[in-house]
């Protein structure tokens, strides 16, 4: 599965931004996805994951009530809107997908896409 993750961008605290990861290669369906972050200096993070039937998710509790995961596996696609941005959440957003049920674990994810970057002003 190849993976690229685009719709990063500039935007002051309390906006929004709608981040999407386009799926390309192998069945995209078979697949649980994740939204992982990186900021500078720290280590990556868990942000969200979605089922591949996209019936259930999973949030960061720093995420939580802000971020909504979605798929559209017609479309061999995956977004995370992202609204109350913080400055916090700066950071390179990467998309992952796993074989395998969803989980938190960054080393669990098999192909990542090539990272974002999301910069919120204060």
């Known amino acids: 599965v190849q993976l690229q993750a685009s719709g990063g961008g500039l935007v002051q605290a309390g906006g929004s931004l709608k981040l999407s990861c386009a799926a390309s290669?192998?069945?995209?369906?078979?697949?649980?996805m994740g939204w992982f972050r990186q900021a500078p200096g720290k280590e990556r993070e868990f942000v969200a994951a979605?089922?591949?039937?996209?019936?259930?998710?999973s949030y960061a509790d720093s995420v939580k009530g802000r971020f909504t995961i979605s798929r559209d596996n017609a479309k061999n696609t995956m977004s995370l809107q992202m609204n109350s941005l913080k400055p916090e959440d700066t950071a390179v957003y990467y998309c992952?997908?796993?074989?395998?049920?969803?989980?938190?674990?960054?080393?669990?994810?098999?192909?990542w896409g090539q990272g974002t970057l999301v910069t919120v002003s204060s």
């Open positions: 992952a997908a796993r074989d395998g049920w969803y989980v938190r674990d960054p080393a669990s994810y098999d192909y």
């Open positions: 290669g192998r069945t995209f369906s078979g697949y649980a």
């Open positions: 979605i089922t591949w039937s996209g019936g259930r998710t």
